[in-house]
């Protein structure tokens, strides 16, 4: 069965930064579009950004892009998203998802790691 697990979440103040990962396993990593997307209370579901397979091609959410930086290296199977300037809108669920920006798009998707920012 497909393995998505995230890390890196955790409390940071506002203007600080965290990096999430998400290491996929018993799939062919390199096949696949990866996704950031996060869970905000009381706004469901927001698409944060998206990878291309080679890493090369990559879309951002009006509200992180310039902040949020989504990487992938194929040779650990691993997604990362750096995050820096954090602002308590940031605070949420964070998920990573293998295939499109919409959940109907999606093949598979991790449990997620909590993001809290706050002072």
């Known amino acids: 069965e497909v393995e998505l697990v995230e890390s890196g979440g955790g409390l940071v103040k506002p203007g600080g930064s965290l990096r999430l990962s998400c290491v996929g396993s018993k799939f062919t990593f390199t096949n696949h579009h990866m996704n950031w997307v996060r869970q905000v209370p009381g706004k469901g579901l927001e698409w944060v950004s998206s990878?291309?397979?080679?890493?090369?091609?990559?879309e951002y959410a009006a509200s992180v892009k310039g902040r949020f930086t989504i990487s992938r290296d194929n040779t650990k199977n691993t997604l990362y998203l750096q995050m820096n300037r954090l602002t308590p809108e940031d605070s949420g669920i964070y998920f990573c998802?293998?295939?499109?920006?919409?959940?109907?798009?999606?093949?598979?998707r991790g449990q997620g790691t909590q993001v809290i920012v706050s002072s």
């Open positions: 998802a293998r295939g499109g920006r919409t959940p109907a798009t999606w093949s598979a």
């Open positions: 990878v291309g397979v080679a890493g090369i091609i990559k």
